[in-house]
């Protein structure tokens, strides 16, 4: 099981707003022992989201999306998590009386159109908005919330703390690396390869930097990562590799 991203919205492609999602995602999930696998940047665009989401379903991660679970005409995203499922939309009970609540509050008529919000693929659980009440969902790992920061970042949260607080720092990782100096990348696949296959679990990485210096054109952090009980072993043998190629290796 792996953690992932997805932030929906043509305003992130388009420029118009910064992704902040990103990093504080990997930061909450790095605050309990957990990581981040991957991340996905969607468009408004139905059919795309829908396959993007039909893909996600069919493996064992957890999911974050943000966007595009509002009523207007450019939210798609809960229409494409029915679609993907095979599932209809249909009102949560405990949805609409929320929103209905919230738009009596602030003085609107409840409509059929702000009840829209609270249509979810059949079985979804809501993921309560600290915010202004207006929920999220969750259903089959995934978890749909709103684009605004201010809103999902609560509501993240809250999911991991209360449905995968039993996978905190259950899976501890860490890292060495050192400086390269003067060694091409290609140089030292094999070795890294080595590395990895008398090493399970443990991966290794190189980070090539270009030089400015034509005599030295070569500069590459090179470590690896994993359980804390293999991480040891596995950089003595990566660090005397390197030595035994007879390269300058800088500390980091």
């Not at 991991?160 to 905190?168: C, S």
């Not at 930097?209 to 596995?234: F, Q």
């Amino acid at each position: 099981m792996g953690f992932g991203l997805m932030v929906i919205g043509d305003e992130i492609l388009s420029g118009k707003h910064q992704d902040q999602h990103f990093a504080k995602v990997r930061e909450m999930l790095a605050e309990r022992g957990l990581r981040l696998d991957w991340v996905s940047y969607l468009g408004d665009e139905r059919w795309r989201i829908t396959e993007a989401l039909s893909h996600s379903f069919s493996g064992s991660d957890v999911v974050f999306c943000t966007g595009g679970i509002g009523s207007t005409p450019d939210d798609h995203t809960r229409q494409a998590a029915a679609a993907a499922l095979g599932v209809p939309l249909v009102l949560h009970p405990e949805a609409a009386r929320l929103i209905g609540e919230r738009t009596r509050e602030v003085g609107l008529e409840v409509t059929p159109e702000r009840l829209r919000m609270g249509e979810f693929p059949e079985g979804a659980e809501l993921i309560p908005n600290p915010y202004n009440r207006i929920p999220g969902f969750g259903i089959h790992r995934h978890h749909f919330v709103p684009g605004f920061p201010v809103m999902a970042w609560p509501m993240i949260e809250w999911v991991l703390d209360t449905r995968y607080a039993h996978l905190f720092h259950t899976q501890a990782q860490t890292e060495k690396a050192m400086r390269v100096l003067g060694l091409a990348e290609a140089t030292l696949t094999p070795l890294m390869e080595r590395v990895e296959a008398d090493h399970p679990g443990v991966r290794v990485f190189s980070l090539p930097h270009a030089r400015r210096s034509t005599t030295d054109p070569w500069e590459i952090e090179l470590g690896v990562k994993g359980p804390p009980d293999r991480v040891d072993a596995a950089f003595r043998q990566l660090r005397a590799g390197v030595a035994a190629l007879g390269e300058r290796i800088e500390e980091i």
